[in-house]
């Protein structure tokens, strides 16, 4: 097997890790990207920690079967639940995991009010607790979990009248009072008109999308195992539906 000639695997619960997956693509267009999203299970974050880390490790098995030179998880919840035990099964293989941009959000916002909009797993996974007690000294973290986003952006309703009620009675609360909101789920970003004007222009919304983006072709780059090619983007799906394809292909080229 040729490893320079291997895929990107990029993994999330459904089809929220495409926002990290168009970062990727910009950054690195040579790139052949392999993405499945298990929106057969999805939503993750409304399941126990160990159930979410028996899919995570499913799923990957299967991707590194296909021969891959570097895993991305695309989605906070599996990150949090999994990372370490991906980490320990592949020693040798890449694996980048996304987080909340809480840091970026607390160093362009020192002694500010912070909201954290993410799943209920995320939000009560040790990861993300000390991330936030420690970053927590140096600002105001506001924990804001939305159950039922997901669900509304696995069925092409991302910017939609229910997800403006959904949200509605979280964020409004909140308009004019946050100095940034952290998207802490790669479903998020989709949703990300909504949410702005319910917050109010003087929010800064941060995600983790970007920078997991960087650090994936940092990595690559040490390992001199960047393409030059002319670029691919297979998308999977565990569902496998029509529908779930054209929404996954549409949300890549947003």
Known sequence: MNQKTDYIAVFDSGVGGISVLR??????????????????????????????RNLTLAAVRRLVSRGIKALVVACNT??????????????????VGIE???KPAVDHHPGGTIGVMATEATLRQRKFMTLMTRLSENCHV?????????????????????TKTLLEPVLTPWKGKLDALVLGCTHYPFA?????????????LLDGGEGTARETLARLSQRN????GEGQVVLENSLGSREI????????QQ
Do not use: Q, W
């Open 192 to 204: 990300s008109e909504t949410i702005a004007e319910l917050v109010g222009e003087g929010t800064e």
């Open 23 to 52: 970062h990727l693509c910009r950054l690195m267009p040579g790139e052949r990207f392999l993405y499945f999203g298990d929106s057969a299970n999805a939503p993750y974050g409304s399941r126990p920690e160990e159930e979410i």
């Open 142 to 162: 506001v924990m804001l979990p939305v159950p039922g986003l997901v669900k509304l952006v696995e069925t092409g309703l991302a910017e939609s009248e229910e």
């Open 78 to 95: 599996a990150t949090s639940a999994a990372i370490e035990d991906l980490r320990r099964e592949y020693p040798d293989l890449i694996v």
């Open 225 to 228: 195992l960047l393409e030059r």
């Open 100 to 102: 909340p941009a809480l």
């Open 245 to 252: 394809m054209e929404l996954s292909a549409s949300l890549l």
